[in-house]
């Protein structure tokens, strides 16, 4: 009998790969060993379930354990692999009854990443959070509601919810001052959070711009539209320590040694890999710290295959192998190695780097290399150009400025990167310039593309156009 596929991470990678096998193939085994409670939710809707427009976190789920198990596939929660034996091709497990190995005939390693808080000392205080699970964010919601409304149960959950620790949070006082340290992703969505309830927040990004991925010209838009919202920025500033005061966040103290209030503290500086398990195995690691896998997902070593936030994949514009830890890569690769693994060799596809994060009503986008230092390390010449222009025709109601950067090779012509920013339907625009990416177009084939129009969704000329226009207008001179 042929042994069981064993899938190490039960969220958007792993059970993805879990779902498409056990479809295409069910009379393969399928075990899931998931080392929390929690199981294939939505990460991303976090800072969305703090700030109340999620009402409870089982909006946030996607399957149930009893969906999964109606799949055929055995899902083992509370089960931790603590080791890979690549040779015996067994795991090591860690569960509620005790220890055991267990022998698999192909292994999918899907363990996600975790958040950092090196090198932030103090990041344990009562307080202090990561955005990064859904316990974390239950408890930034408890702490944030006055004590005599709370009630856990309002949260949702059921028995996968850390009820204690919530109940302590929810008993606390509502802070006043919110520090947030990191101006990425997470830093910008709490700060729109935490301000709908009322909180004084202060975001400390140690760069001159927040979301220093999307280009300045996106960083300098959120600043501007941050500021009018009341959150306070301290911009170029490095926070090295949480200060305390009987075991709760009370002060921010930054290199320079000066200190800021803050009763609470949001730590988003970034998250690693999660790849112990195969650090003592021949599976190799990338230059990025995350494993390396081929096109089809699969790993250094036969028969195991990494997908989502513990992997790389292979970067459209360089041809490389890249690490950019998203939800849709991780729920493509994960489906695409299902579908290997049942017999249909599918490639995990390319990656862009397309992400789009709203900052209160910015909406940003980004996608490819849009940092010259790294297009140029790459092998390109980089040049670009920075446009705005209507998001729909000018007469028309809900037209709002779109601002459009676009970066192409000097050399070939060739796009290689963008962003944009604006409050009209202006991140999903990105994915026009996602898909030139995908198609290796130049600049003067997305000058060409035949874009909709009509006055209520663009202008004759969409600003993407726009921007490609006079990008083109550069290369020809």
Not at 64 to 81: C, F
Not at 258 to 278: L, R, S
Request: glycine letters at 12%; aromatic letters at 6%.
């Amino acid at each position: 009998m042929t042994d069981p596929v064993v899938i190490v991470g039960g969220d958007a990678a792993g059970l993805s790969a879990a779902s498409k096998l056990s479809r295409e193939d069910p009379d393969r085994e399928v075990i899931v060993f998931e080392r929390g409670s929690w199981v294939s939710y939505a990460h991303c809707g976090e800072p969305y379930f703090v700030k109340g427009e999620v009402d409870t976190l089982d909006d946030l789920l996607s399957l149930s354990p009893a969906a999964i198990d109606e799949r055929g596939i055995d899902l083992r929660r509370e089960h931790g692999v603590v080791g890979v034996d690549t040779d015996a091709r067994t795991v090591a497990v860690e569960g509620p009854d005790g220890s055991f190995e267990q022998p698999y005939g192909d292994l999918v390693v899907a363990t996600g990443a975790r958040a950092r808080t090196e090198p932030i000392a103090g990041s344990d205080l009562t307080g202090s959070f990561t955005i990064h699970g859904l316990d974390s964010a239950a408890a930034v919601r408890a702490l944030l509601t006055p004590p005599a409304t709370f009630a856990v149960e309002d949260l949702g959950g059921g028995d996968n919810l850390d009820r204690e620790m919530v109940a302590r949070y929810g008993a606390m006082e509502p802070p006043e001052t919110a520090a947030i340290v990191g101006g990425g992703y997470v830093g910008v969505e709490m700060a729109e959070a935490l301000d709908a309830w009322d909180v004084d927040v202060h975001l400390f990004q140690r760069s001159e711009l927040p979301i220093p991925m999307f280009g300045e010209a996106v960083g300098e838009a959120v600043v501007e539209h941050l500021r009018e919202q009341g959150v306070t920025l301290h911009l170029g500033t490095e926070v090295d320590q949480l200060l305390g005061e009987d075991g709760r966040v009370a002060r921010v103290r930054c290199g320079d040694g000066t200190t800021v209030a803050a009763d609470m503290a949001v730590v988003g500086v970034g998250v690693a890999p999660n790849v112990e398990i195969v650090e003592d195995t021949p599976v190799e690691l990338g230059e990025s710290g995350a494993i390396a896998v081929d096109e089809y997902g699969e790993t250094t070593v036969e028969n195991v295959y990494a997908a989502g936030d513990c992997a790389e994949d292979r970067h459209v514009v360089t041809g490389e192998q890249a690490w950019v830890p998203l939800g849709l890569t991780a729920n493509r690769a994960g489906r695409a190695i299902g579908e290997t693994l049942a017999g249909t060799p599918t490639e995990t596809g390319g990656i862009a780097g397309t992400a789009v994060v709203k900052a209160f009503e910015e909406e940003c986008g980004r996608t490819g290399i849009l940092d010259a230092d790294e297009a140029r390390d790459a092998g390109f010449d980089p040049v670009s150009r920075t446009i705005t222009a209507g998001s729909r025709s000018g007469y028309y109601p809900g037209n709002e400025d779109t601002t459009v950067t676009l970066v192409a090779d000097r050399e070939s012509g060739r796009l290689i990167g963008g962003s944009i920013v604006g409050r009209d339907r202006a991140a999903v625009r990105i994915d026009t310039v996602a898909t030139a990416l995908e198609g290796g177009l130049t600049v003067d084939e997305v000058e060409r593309l035949d874009l909709a129009y009509a006055p209520p969704f663009s202008p004759v000329w969409d600003p993407i156009l726009v921007a490609a226009k006079v990008l083109n207008g550069t290369l020809d001179g």
